[in-house]
């Protein structure tokens, strides 16, 4: 193969996920729903309507096998079972009682349900049900107490011995868990509620909703140790607030409700060791499941504060406030995500607790949103995978499980220029995908005819390639511009996305995202005639606050400018024209720009001319940490031919850095250019003027490594002829693969599509390549044997002998070793060249 395949070069369409799917962290999205009078059955409810005030919504309980779970219909005296996996009613436990609250207990064989009201009136009754039988066990029955719906089990350690609050008489009762046998009544209090026994079970925490204290009561005796009350007489406990102590029980935290307060004191002796204001009406409040924070649901944020550092406190910006005062927290397994409901708005919410960023927001209920169906308490499966909610109003549980993001940073549909989107299912299911065109300012584009969103189900293996103007009906009268969401309930799916103008004599794309980037490098700029560079931020995230840091560094490692607190409004697109912001020097193709975004950002920039367009993601840093080689596996210097060399500095540290470049079968050109990079420093330059002294480097192709005596070194390479009439440019990989595939391909009278591939390591590798079509058939098959140190590069027809015509469909590579790759897809008259990444798949 001459010049870059064949001395032709170039790609369609635009492309990747460089992440392997299903890697991200899945967002949720409805796949059932329990609703007990569905095709006839017996219409349950939560509500106990006694009075207006008294919506509180029940808790949750999974099993701990995480198959089934368990919830009380108060006004309607049972409790219900059911299958988290497909939402089957798996029993209907009649109690004889309004069963509120229920406790799981040590063991995970039964819950410890409260009946707070029997005929209208406070009820006296605790419910034991066994899990495994689904069935009512035993009734304790407590003479003369009065259970209200701050009546909640709370279990010693071992198991054996229960407390419950009797709100109506002031009272704690001390009873056994195996028969109900009353074991004690502490007296004395006026409205106590929610109870808290320590790790040692030695100490029980007792909130009086009417005194405003927390009683510290020795479990044994059930006399009292020590009084908690607050020193401003705003202070107010309500039936939502519950003392939660530090994993070791040293500490502990209580939050008042109506002074928008959070108290912390010490347990032995319950002295107030600290205060801080939060939130608005605090209530809810949990440890995350790695102990390292408290979370407090306010009305309109949530806190987060160190379990060993008290002072360090978050309080976290939520998008809807309105949740039911019991409506409660629950978390992923890894404690990175905190999942809550907005009662008022019908929406469940997924919070990075990392960074701050409400990531998903889930519609429950009717869709459209109609009526209200206030969810409010949540549980999650032990994996995350499967989270329940309780809708309060329509009485129905809302089944969640796993979704698949993918988002594109630019979109345009006109007469003048297209968007092309193309979708793989990977998996052995049908992958159903839900694509939304959102506008400039993150709203859902609209008009006469659109359909947006739009769905699409792909069965295994199938890919569809369609523009935006048909999957949304535009009708291309007028300019649509903007950003995509896609969803997908299958991890394994792939895409890219491709943009040019309408007599396609300009093509390039750019990858889909799976996940915001965090602190990245746009490695293109240029500000000169009749040249631009366009830089596309989107923020996908829903809560205000967002900011970035945007720094424009020059090629000897100056910051030349430092934009600082940059606002990104949620989920707008917010486009910059790099010329337009950067105004000195008149002319400037070099230097680049690097930004740093908490809360994540999608970046997608296109540069060029109206001749020719170049687009690339940011490159992301993070995925460069400990790598310090880098590679193309091509490049190619020929007479009227281009490959520009990018290499950037990122560590931080002053680097030595090596180019070498390598003949197919791996042999050195030449000698290698060795240079020293302040930090922020750059190379740029065509690798026929680097290496113009070494007449081995003249008219030849082979690959390119980039080595660093630091990490965080990265770039990227372009390939364009000497008019810059075609253009296109990829990041160097840092990362070898030893399953991935190139998303769209082409092999007939118009089109071609060249493939490279390098194997760095030290061993031979085993390669099979794939040619699947759209409709998900396995077309053309092959292995061949890289040696060490080789890289191929041909043609679809070269790989395929005698290879029918192909438009469309993928290329899946599977090797023994990890591998470098690229692909180009180029016009028989060479109008484009578009560049197609490598995506790692399962």
Known sequence: MLGVFGGRTLATAVLILAVLPG????????????????????????????????????????????????????????????????????????????????????????????????????????????????????????????????????????????????????????????????????????????????????????????????LFIDAANLTKKATLKGKDSTVNFTIFNKPVLSPDGSTGIIAARTADTVLHFRTSDGEILDTATIGTAPGFTTLTPDGKHWAILNDLSLTLIGTEDFKDLKDLTTVKGGPLGSANIVFSP???????????????????????????????????????????????????????????????????????????????????????????????????????????????????????PAAYSLPPNNQISLTVAEIFKFDNKEERIGWLAIVSDQPDVAGYLSTGNGAVTNLDGAPLFRGVLHDFIIPEVVRKEGKFAQINFVNPNLNQGATFDLRRILKDGTEQDVKTGQQAFPTNRQPQVFGEQFTKPEEVSDGYLRVTAPMGLLMTEFFGSDAAIGALNGIDMDAFAGVTKIFSPQFAVFPGFKTILNV??????????????HTPDGKVLGNPFKTSLVK???????????????????????????????????????????????????????????????????????????????????????????????????????????????????????????????????????????????????????????????????
């Open 680 to 842: 922020g420093a750059q190379i740029k330059d065509d690798l026929a003027e680097m290496f113009k002294d070494q007449p081995e480097v003249n008219n030849v192709a082979g690959w390119i490594e980039v080595e660093s005596t630091k990490d965080r070194v990265v770039g990227d390479v372009m390939f364009t002829n000497n008019d810059e009439t075609v253009l296109t440019g990829f990041a160097l990989g840092g990362t070898p693969m030893t399953r991935f595939l190139f998303p769209f391909v082409a092999q007939d009278s118009m089109y071609e599509t060249g493939m490279a591939l390098l194997n760095p390591n030290d061993v031979p590798a085993t390669v099979t390549l794939e040619l699947w079509a759209p409709g998900g058939t396995l077309d053309r098959s092959i292995d061949l044997t890289l040696d060490p140190k080789m890289r191929t590069s041909m043609y679809l027809s070269d790989y395929f002998p005698q290879l029918e015509p192909h438009l469309g469909g993928n290329l899946r590579v599977r090797s023994s070793q990890p591998l470098y790759a690229f692909a180009l897809i180029n016009d028989a008259t060479f109008n484009f060249i578009a560049a197609l990444p490598p995506i790692p798949f399962p």
């Open 648 to 661: 950037i500095n990122g560590s931080g540290e002053d680097a030595e850095v090596t180019v070498t470049l």
């Open 23 to 214: 890697e991200a962290q899945a967002q949720k999205r409805v796949f059932a729903r329990v609703q007990p009078d569905a095709n006839g059955g017996e219409k349950l409810n939560f509500d106990v309507n006694q009075v207006t005030s008294d919506n509180v919504a029940p808790n949750l309980v999974v099993a701990a096998d995480g198959k089934r779970g368990f919830v009380s219909y108060g006004g309607s005296g049972a409790v219900m079972a059911f299958s988290l996996l497909t939402g089957e009613i798996l029993a209907r436990i009649k109690t004889g009682g309004a069963p509120a609250f229920a406790t799981p207990l040590p063991g995970g064989r039964a819950l410890a349900v409260v009946s707070v009201l029997e005929n209208k009136v406070p009820d006296n009754k605790v419910f034991l049900i066994d899990m495994d039988a689904s069935e009512l066990r035993s009734t304790f029955t407590f003479p003369d107490a009065k259970f209200g719906f701050g009546s909640i089990v709370s279990a010693s350690p071992d198991g054996t011995i229960g407390y419950v609050s009797s709100t109506g008489t002031g009272e704690v009762i001390k009873f056994s868990l195996a028969d109900g046998a009353e074991l004690g009544r502490f007296k004395g209090m006026q409205g106590p509620a929610q109870i808290t026994v320590t790790p040692d079970g030695a100490t029980i925490l007792v909130v009086d909703t009417l005194t405003e204290e927390v």
């Open 334 to 452: 890894d404690s990175r995500y905190a999942f809550y409901a907005s009662s008022s708005s019908d929406l469940i919410f997924q919070h990075d607790l990392q960074t701050g960023a409400v990531v998903a927001q889930v519609l429950v209920g009717d869709s459209p949103n109609q009526v209200l169906d206030e969810p409010a308490t949540l549980a999650a499966t032990p994996d995350g995978k499967i989270v329940a909610a309780v809708d309060f109003v329509s009485n129905n549980i809302e089944l969640l499980t796993d979704a698949f993001a993918l988002d594109a940073a630019r979109f345009i549909s006109s007469a003048e220029e297209f968007t092309g989107l193309t979708l793989i299912n990977l998996s052995d299911k049908t992958a159903n995908f839900t694509i939304t065109a959102l506008d400039n300012y993150g709203d859902a584009v609209t008009g006469e005819g659109i359909q947006n």
